[in-house]
């Protein structure tokens, strides 16, 4: 057992959960920034939909000339617009997911470069204020999972929403919410707040 | 070491391909956080990362199997216990490639989806995945429409197992759906069939030819036949041959069931038999695929005039098979029973291009299907397929799968009884042989079940015997010598002779020597008062008879059952109509197409010794493929001309009564199981008994027993002459001499 070797995971660890505290707030706010997109995209479905189901020409409305086309222009013009935005926000989730998967795999790295001086009762050594190396190591790969899967599967439901399938623009702010995982935010709050004597050990 | 308790995996480490060890275990093993461990567990085995339990304890194991063989897929393990050394750590490198193939949740996203966003997400998918070759990345944790990923091919020289970080290059060999994947990994295991090579070959090429060579067929400008419908009686495997062959082609088959289609509201069946072909051409386009249609009689039956709901039925199918067009590449395969009830229309090029027989198995087909059937069970070497196969006239593959399992059931029974053998011996296949009798002749007329008759039970008629001997029981003994002298076996024999000579005796012995299948009709079960059902039923009769061929089919008392057509009063009454329909099927002009049996290849023989058996094989099915007839009358002045001509009745014999040394001869049989005095002198009986009949001289045994019975107060200890004697003069001959020249002036 050698002493630096330990003591430079742990300094490793503090900045991983560091970063994973930063990450987890940037990742909840823009989120909160998608929702109203996601649903002023439902929305746009909605009207796109009632523009096909309504006959213009029997409307008093039919003064207008191409009223049909430009209407749809509009509307198409937004879709787009929004999608576009949901796309910035889609590629600051990934930079977050990035920073903190380099993150982990530098703390994994570190740690088997470093196999041969931590043995087993070292890393499974826990106590009533910290816990052990390998829970740490756990719950920083549980958290980086849940980013990327929830990364991979917003964007899976971004990629196939295309102007023209009417249904599956509608129905994207219900699909978008169902793949909340609330389970998974509390796990990593409980993990903050689980290495908080150990955060302020430093 | 202590063994594992495999548990089920905690639902926070679905998806991070941890295995939970003890500390102690992971120490032993040499393992550190995250190293590599292949568990080997019964039905495959999974790539994993070690990593300690998080309360520290030993003897559990707990395995997520991100990484796992094929086969823990569909049957994942559960509650074993597993030994330490199935757990070893395996060396794991960065990959620099790897060659996958995605499996996806709907066909919908396979055609929507751009092959750069699967791409994209797959490789997002599997980073810092430890993945094996040939193994199976389950997705499912990330629930969107991929879910498996198959590893194809790593790039890496020796090792068969790697880590997969950003800098591996992914690529995509093929996209499947989950459905076709599944259907894939179950076909690998399907059951096999014997006998029946030549028409799954034919099936196998038209389901593989358009998808081997698209280019070729286009080029020729023809379309591939599109339609099969297979045509046999029940239990010969049309059903499994279809299964089979799309297994082995790796097709997917969709199948309709008759009354699954059809509905109760009017339209209902129609549309639900378009959205089972939209189903299939939905299958078809990712790979080859089979639409089958069991039991087509009941979908598709014969329009009528009047508006009933199958017509729509029938003509929603066939604008269906006509509305196929050169994409949809899948191949329509119908089965049936009975293919003359299906619609006309059905049957035509275009809709079912191909009509396959299959017909009740031939005698190699038999022996094939018995081999295969035999080859999961611990069967005797002492055990001739060949003979059993010669035993099973008539037999369909269901009925010798039957026969096999009663044959196994016996063999378990006297094996509980204690003599520790599992083998199954050709005794149990004897037993079973008794009660599993042929499907095809089960609703049959004329099945008997008659007790077996040695020829040594009738006494005298040697001659007689011989002949009879040689009309039967040689062309299924010597086929070979048949087949060299250019013989063949007689059409029919008839008997004839004054009543109580023994001629049903004779047939139910010759019935006995030969292993055929007997049928024996008479007029009660031929006659009926509707018009034209007599003759139905007589030529229903020589059908089934052929299935199950050789086949001796015996009519007894044939004067009244079958008319003549020169002395009779009526032109048209029922004997004379039953009459031509035995002319025309006893030398008519062919088979039906339905009836036809086996196939015309001929195998080829493998070895020099199987050569000589083969052959022998060969001429007996080709010397035994007809159905013998065999008619018995004491009025032969009364029957047709044209029936006793050669070619339909050509062994005409005579059954004399008996003369002295036969009357010898059957007192010598009828006294054997009686105790006869001493002083009994059967000569002298014999010389006193002329113009008795057989059945005469077995009364006369009988009345002096009984008057023995009678006079001894119950207790006779044996029979004496006097009581012989004594019946013998209350009895009187039931021949006359006048009867015996009658008979004498027609045999010759």
């Known amino acids: 057992m050698s002493k630096p070797?330990?003591?430079?995971?742990?300094?490793?660890?503090?900045?991983?959960?560091?970063?994973?505290?930063?990450?987890?707030?940037?990742?909840?706010?823009?989120?909160?920034?998608?929702?109203?997109?996601?649903?002023?995209?439902?929305?746009?479905?909605?009207?796109?939909?009632?523009?096909?189901?309504?006959?213009?020409?029997?409307?008093?409305?039919?003064?207008?000339?191409?009223?049909?086309?430009?209407?749809?222009?509009?509307?198409?013009?937004?879709?787009?617009?929004?999608?576009?935005?949901?796309?910035?926000?889609?590629?600051?989730?990934?930079?977050?997911?990035?920073?903190?998967?380099?993150?982990?795999?530098?703390?994994?790295?570190?740690?088997?470069?470093?196999?041969?001086?931590?043995?087993?009762?070292?890393?499974?050594?826990?106590?009533?204020?910290?816990?052990?190396?390998?829970?740490?190591?756990?719950w920083l790969q549980d958290a980086e999972r849940h980013f990327r899967q929830q990364f991979l599967r917003r964007k899976t439901l971004l990629q196939l929403l295309t102007a023209d399938n009417l249904s599956l623009l509608e129905s994207a702010p219900e699909r978008w919410k169902s793949l909340e995982s609330p389970s998974a935010e509390e796990n990593i709050a409980d993990t903050l707040c689980k290495v908080s004597f150990f955060m302020e050990a430093q | 070491m202590k063994s594992l308790k495999l548990l089920s995996v905690d639902p926070s480490d679905r998806g991070s391909q941890r295995c939970r060890l003890g500390p102690g275990l992971m120490a032993e093993l040499g393992l550190s956080l995250g190293s590599p461990l292949l568990v080997t567990v019964p039905g495959g085995s999974c790539l994993c990362t070690a990593w300690p339990r998080s309360d520290l304890s030993e003897g559990f194991l707990q395995i997520d199997l991100k990484c796992s063989s094929p086969s823990l897929i569909s049957h994942p393990p559960t509650h074993l216990n597993l030994d330490p050394e199935q757990l070893k750590p395996v060396p794991c490198l960065k990959l620099k490639g790897v060659k996958i193939t995605v499996v996806v949740q709907s066909l919908d996203f396979k055609k929507r989806a751009p092959l750069r966003l699967v791409h994209e997400l797959v490789k997002d998918m599997l980073k810092g995945v430890y993945v094996h070759e040939k193994y199976v990345i389950n997705l499912e944790d990330f629930d969107t429409e991929i879910r498996f990923v198959v590893i194809e091919m790593i790039n890496m020289d020796s090792a068969?197992?790697?880590?997969?970080?950003?800098?591996?290059?992914?690529?995509?060999?093929?996209?499947?759906?989950?459905?076709?994947?599944?259907?894939?990994?179950?076909?690998?295991?399907?059951?096999?069939?014997?006998?029946?090579?030549?028409?799954?070959?034919?099936?196998?090429?038209?389901?593989?030819?358009?998808?081997?060579?698209?280019?070729?067929?286009?080029?020729?400008?023809?379309?591939?036949?599109?339609?099969?419908?297979?045509?046999?009686?029940?239990?010969v495997g049309k059903t499994l041959l279809v299964h089979r062959v799309a297994g082995e082609v790796g097709a997917s088959l969709v199948v309709v069931r008759g009354p699954e289609v059809v509905g109760s509201r009017p339209g209902e069946s129609e549309e639900s038999l378009r959205a089972v072909f939209e189903q299939a051409r939905a299958a078809a386009e990712e790979g080859p695929c089979v639409l089958f249609l069991d039991e087509l009689d009941s979908l598709c039956p014969r329009r009528t005039g009047s508006s009933?709901?199958?017509?729509?039925?029938?003509?929603?199918?066939?604008?269906?098979?006509?509305?196929?067009?050169?994409?949809?590449?899948?191949?329509?395969?119908?089965?049936?029973?009975?293919?003359?009830s299906l619609d006309p229309a059905l049957r035509r090029p275009g809709r079912f291009d191909r009509e396959v027989f299959i017909g009740v198995p031939t005698l190699q087909q038999r022996k094939a299907i018995l081999s295969v059937l035999c080859m999961r069970m611990p069967v005797c070497p002492s055990v001739n397929l060949a003979e059993l196969a010669q035993k099973t006239t008539g037999y369909v593959g269901a009925d010798l799968s039957a026969l096999c399992r009663e044959a196994a059931m016996h063999a378990i029974q006297e094996n509980s009884k204690g003599s520790g053998n599992q083998a199954v011996d050709m005794k149990h296949f004897q037993k079973a042989l008794k009660s599993v009798r042929p499907s095809c002749l089960?609703?049959?007329?004329?099945?008997?079940?008659?007790?077996?008759?040695?020829?040594?039970?009738?006494?005298?008629?040697?001659?007689?015997?011989?002949?009879?001997?040689?009309?039967?029981?040689?062309?299924?003994?010597?086929?070979?010598?048949?087949?060299?002298?250019?013989?063949?076996?007689?059409?029919?024999?008839?008997?004839?002779?004054?009543?109580?000579?023994?001629?049903?005796?004779?047939?139910?012995?010759?019935?006995?020597?030969?292993?055929?299948?007997?049928?024996?009709?008479?007029?009660?079960?031929?006659?009926?008062?509707?018009?034209?059902d007599s003759e139905k039923a007589l030529a229903q009769l020589f059908?089934?008879?052929?299935?199950?061929?050789?086949?001796?089919?015996?009519?007894?008392?044939?004067?009244?059952?079958?008319?003549?057509?020169?002395?009779?009063?009526?032109?048209?009454?029922?004997?004379?109509?039953?009459?031509?329909?035995?002319?025309?099927?006893m030398d008519g002009v062919g088979l039906k197409m339905l009836e036809r049996?086996?196939?015309?290849?001929?195998?080829?023989?493998?070895?020099?010794?199987?050569?000589?058996?083969?052959?022998?094989?060969?001429?007996?099915?080709?010397?035994?493929?007809?159905?013998?007839?065999?008619?018995?009358?004491?009025?032969?002045?009364c029957l047709d001309s044209a029936l006793l001509r050669p070619g339909r009745l050509d062994q005409i014999m005579y059954v004399p009564p008996p003369d002295q040394q036969s009357r010898l001869a059957i007192l010598k049989v009828c006294t054997t199981l009686m105790p006869v005095d001493a002083d009994v002198c059967l000569e002298e009986l014999v010389a006193k008994t002329e113009f008795y009949s057989g059945a005469d001289l077995e009364n006369l045994c009988k009345e002096a027993a009984l008057l023995a019975l009678q006079e001894e107060n119950m207790e006779p200890s044996s029979i004496k002459h006097t009581y012989f004697i004594r019946s013998l003069s209350k009895m009187s001959p039931s021949l006359s001499a006048r009867q015996i020249q009658t008979y004498q002036t027609l045999s010759r």
């Open chain 2, 597 to 637: 049996r086996g196939t015309e290849k001929i195998l080829q023989a493998e070895g020099a010794e199987e050569n000589r058996t083969q052959e022998q094989l060969e001429c007996q099915e080709v010397c035994n493929k007809d159905v013998m007839v065999v008619a018995a009358t004491n009025r032969p002045d």
């Open chain 2, 442 to 532: 089960r609703s049959s007329l004329g099945r008997t079940d008659l007790s077996p008759v040695s020829w040594d039970q009738i006494g005298g008629l040697e001659e007689v015997k011989l002949k009879l001997r040689q009309s039967i029981e040689w062309p299924m003994r010597y086929p070979e010598a048949f087949v060299r002298l250019g013989l063949r076996r007689p059409r029919g024999v008839l008997l004839y002779g004054p009543p109580g000579c023994a001629k049903t005796t004779l047939v139910r012995a010759a019935a006995t020597s030969s292993h055929c299948a007997f049928l024996s009709v008479s007029g009660a079960d031929l006659y009926s008062p509707y018009v034209g």
């Open chain 1, 5 to 138: 070797a330990s003591s430079a995971l742990h300094q490793a660890l503090r900045k991983s959960f560091q970063t994973l505290e930063n990450n987890h707030k940037v990742w909840k706010d823009v989120l909160d920034e998608c929702s109203p997109l996601i649903v002023s995209l439902g929305n746009l479905a909605e009207q796109s939909r009632a523009l096909s189901n309504v006959q213009l020409s029997n409307t008093p409305l039919r003064i207008f000339p191409d009223l049909e086309e430009r209407l749809r222009f509009k509307l198409l013009q937004a879709t787009d617009t929004v999608l576009g935005k949901l796309n910035e926000k889609m590629s600051s989730l990934q930079s977050v997911r990035d920073t903190f998967s380099n993150q982990v795999s530098a703390v994994s790295q570190l740690y088997e470069q470093n196999t041969s001086s931590l043995d087993l009762l070292t890393v499974t050594e826990r106590s009533a204020t910290f816990p052990s190396v390998a829970d740490m190591l756990e």
């Open chain 2, 543 to 585: 059908r089934q008879a052929r299935a199950c061929s050789p086949c001796i089919l015996f009519l007894d008392e044939i004067d009244s059952l079958i008319g003549s057509r020169s002395n009779s009063q009526t032109p048209n009454s029922v004997q004379t109509r039953l009459l031509s329909v035995l002319l025309n099927e």
């Open chain 2, 308 to 340: 009933a709901p199958e017509n729509r039925l029938v003509a929603q199918l066939l604008t269906l098979m006509d509305g196929m067009n050169q994409s949809d590449r899948f191949l329509i395969v119908g089965a049936t029973n009975r293919p003359d």
């Open chain 2, 160 to 235: 068969t197992a790697g880590l997969i970080t950003s800098k591996t290059g992914v690529e995509i060999a093929g996209i499947q759906t989950v459905r076709h994947y599944m259907r894939q990994l179950q076909d690998q295991h399907t059951a096999v069939l014997g006998g029946l090579d030549e028409v799954s070959a034919s099936l196998k090429e038209m389901l593989e030819l358009p998808l081997l060579y698209p280019g070729t067929l286009s080029s020729v400008g023809v379309s591939c036949p599109r339609g099969v419908l297979l045509v046999g009686p029940p239990g």
